[in-house]
């Protein structure tokens, strides 16, 4: 038998909502993982990518990191893991530092056995890139198998990677796939094979509701019992309480209303999320969210979804705006690429915090392929990106490959925290900032 804690997306770094108490939270949530695993004695903690929030993790996060791990390491527990999207960078990981350490085992197309089970590595790859996947692994002398994996895989949620592909295709039969990346929790059986995310440790985003945790996986036919051969069961974490409160205002309710049904929630310390719908009159979101700091409150925040409508007596025609900009947009002819970014911009289902992060995952996307990059014939947006001349959004080349690995663009994460565009030149490193060239 062989047990083993599933766990990924931790977003080591991830200052959420500007907070350093937030940034704290997070680390002390994969603190918490590793605690239990001590605790538990399992045999292995497995992580399914994305640890940092960024490829550039600050001093603190990174000597933080490295202290968990060496509570891993000191209680005789391996850490294996592979690479996620937000953390990869050209050349070395960051997971390779550790694996240097003596710290984790970086995992791959060979298999990594411990107890009874192997388990095999799979970084994230980009949509453009895994038609080239060969999905060849070591065989293996083990009673069980894994795969460890990163990337949104069928039937879960903004799925984009075929699971049954990935399981057909490879040269090992796998019992388990233990995934991240999605930050849902979910399990389900795909061929046979059991298919799960553990979810995210900490919430990365308002639409994370539901609670926090991880998955203890258990490689037991004996203990598991009938034909299966995998026992996943999810076990909860205890993290930073996050009120969310939804207030649908009738006529003439106002932001006396709102606070009232603030005032019904506890938010000592707690991360506060107000929703507005309905009618009534204007609400400015500073003064809640200014009540709720008063009432204790770590973060507060306010979100008026209503409908601000004109004066009656004053009337605005437009012909179709929209498809006017379409029918110019039509004759400039933009390459590919162009018409990904003018989407993302024009996009009434991106919040105006976001768009620069999803422009710059679109044009990732895209960077293996130059023709891209090139305008339609006769088009006045006629271009052609250089291949040779790589970006900061390009990294993951052929030395960060390992086990058909390769990065992908960030996701986009909803507080509007500044993307590597914003930062500092890389080249000088901000105080405190670090990256893998330093170490290598």
Same mark, same amino acid.
């Given at each position: 038998m062989t047990r ?13 909502y500007?907070?350093?108490?937030r940034?704290q939270?997070f ?8 605690d ?6 399992v045999?292995?903690?497995v ?8 490829r550039?993790p600050?001093?603190p996060?990174l000597?933080?990191?490295i ?9 005789g527990?391996?850490?294996l893991?592979?690479v996620g ?18 710290l ?20 994230h790859?980009?949509?453009s890139?895994?038609?080239?996947l060969?999905?060849?692994?070591e065989?293996h ?21 075929d699971?049954?592909?990935?399981l ?6 796998f ?16 061929a046979g094979?059991?298919?799960?995310y ?5 919430r ?15 490689f ?9 051969r ?27 209303r $709102?606070?009232e @049904? *603030? ?6 310390? /707690?991360?506060?999320?107000v929703?507005i719908? =309905? !009618? +009534? &009159?204007?609400?400015?979101?500073a ?11 770590l ?9 601000v409508?004109?004066d ?5 025609s437009f012909a179709?705006?929209e ?5 110019r947009i ?13 989407d993302?911009?024009r ?5 105006d915090?976001n768009?620069?992060e999803i $422009?710059k995952n @679109? *044009?990732e996307e895209r960077l293996?392929?130059? /023709?891209?990059f090139?305008?339609?014939?006769? =088009? !006045? +947006? &006629?271009?052609e990106?250089d ?14 490959d390992?086990?058909g ?8 994460i ?6 590597d565009d914003?930062r ?11 990256s ?5």
């Open positions: 083993v804690i599933h766990t990924g997306d931790t977003h080591v770094g991830y200052q959420q500007h907070s350093p108490v940034r939270d680390l002390d949530a994969f603190g918490a993982v590793v239990d695993a001590v605790d538990d004695d045999d292995a903690v992580h399914a990518g994305d640890l940092f929030h960024d550039r600050e001093l996060d000597m933080g990191t202290g968990v791990l060496r509570r891993l390491s000191d209680a527990i391996p850490f893991a592979v999207n937000h953390e990869s960078t050209r050349g070395g990981q960051w997971l390779d530092l550790f694996e240097r350490l003596g984790a085992t970086r995992l791959g197309d060979a298999p990594t056995v411990v107890g009874d089970a192997a388990f095999y590595g799979l970084d790859v980009p949509v890139r895994r038609d080239e060969e999905y060849a692994f065989p002398d083990a009673d069980y198998a894994a795969l460890v994996a990163h990337g949104l895989f069928e039937p879960f949620a903004h799925a984009d990677w699971t049954e592909t990935v057909a295709e490879s040269d090992v039969d019992d388990a796939m233990l995934l991240g990346d999605n930050h849902t929790p979910d399990s389900a059986e795909v094979t059991w298919v799960t553990p979810g995210s440790t900490e990365a985003s308002a639409s994370e509701r539901e609670g926090r945790g991880y998955n203890l996986v258990t037991d036919e004996a203990a598991v019992g009938g034909d299966d995998v026992e996943i069961r999810r076990r909860a974490l205890d993290t930073r309480e996050f009120v969310f409160v939804s207030v649908e205002l009738g006529p003439e309710e106002g932001e006396t $709102v606070r @049904r *603030v005032r019904e929630h506890d938010l000592a310390d /707690a991360v506060v999320l929703e719908t =309905g !009618e +009534g &009159e204007p609400v400015t979101p003064a809640i969210e200014g009540f709720a700091d008063a009432e204790g409150a973060v507060a925040r306010v979100t008026d979804r209503r409908t409508e004109t009656e007596e004053v009337d605005v179709d705006p498809a006017a900009v379409r029918e039509d004759e400039m002819g933009l390459s590919p690429a162009a018409l990904d970014v003018d993302a911009v996009s009434d289902s991106i919040a915090a768009v620069r $422009v @679109r *044009v293996d392929d130059p /023709a891209a090139a305008g339609a014939d006769g =088009g !006045e +947006g &006629e271009s990106a291949p040779d001349c790589p970006t900061e959004a390009a990294e993951g080349g052929d030395d960060a390992r086990g690995t390769a990065e992908r663009d960030d996701d986009a909803d507080d509007g925290q500044p993307t914003d500092p030149d890389q080249s000088t490193p901000a105080d405190g900032q670090v893998m060239e330093d170490y290598l």
